[in-house]
């Protein structure tokens, strides 16, 4: 296995500079996937790999798809967070492949949140 140098680093910065903070980068929408272990037992796996596909499929270059740990929340999980530009985010809980596919045509494309899914909206951040 190669070992990274330091200008792997410098490329990898510059890569994903401005792409994990909505509010500096280019992005309009970002989705995080709850990836906990909790998740990942409840099927988080399978929803982060629809996201990534469905944003693939849309040439979704403006939408940033991450993955989080643990929401607190382990008995609903699978779950996710929208958040659009210059607005609250969303939390969706007990997610699977037909209802992902849905908050993303719905709320990350046409910004029209899904209320059935919906658990919160807000940010548990500070500052």
Do not use: W
Request: aromatic share 4%; proline share 2%; hydrophobic share 40%.
């Amino acid at each position: 296995m190669a070992k990274i140098k330091p200008e792997d680093l410098k490329r990898i910065k510059a890569q994903m500079a401005g792409t994990m903070n909505l509010r500096e980068g280019d992005a309009r929408a970002k989705v995080t996937v709850h990836m906990g272990t909790c998740g990942i037992a409840a099927g988080a796996r399978t929803i982060m790999n629809k996201m990534m596909s469905l944003v693939e499929e849309e040439e979704g270059k403006d939408i940033i798809v991450t993955a989080s740990g643990c929401a607190g929340l382990c008995s609903r999980e699978p779950m996710m967070t929208v958040e659009l530009k210059g607005e609250a985010p969303f939390k969706y809980v007990d997610l699977d492949e037909a209802k992902t596919e849905r908050i993303f045509q719905e709320h990350v494309l046409s910004g029209d949140v899904v209320t059935e899914f919906a658990l919160a909206v807000g940010s548990e951040r500070v500052g």
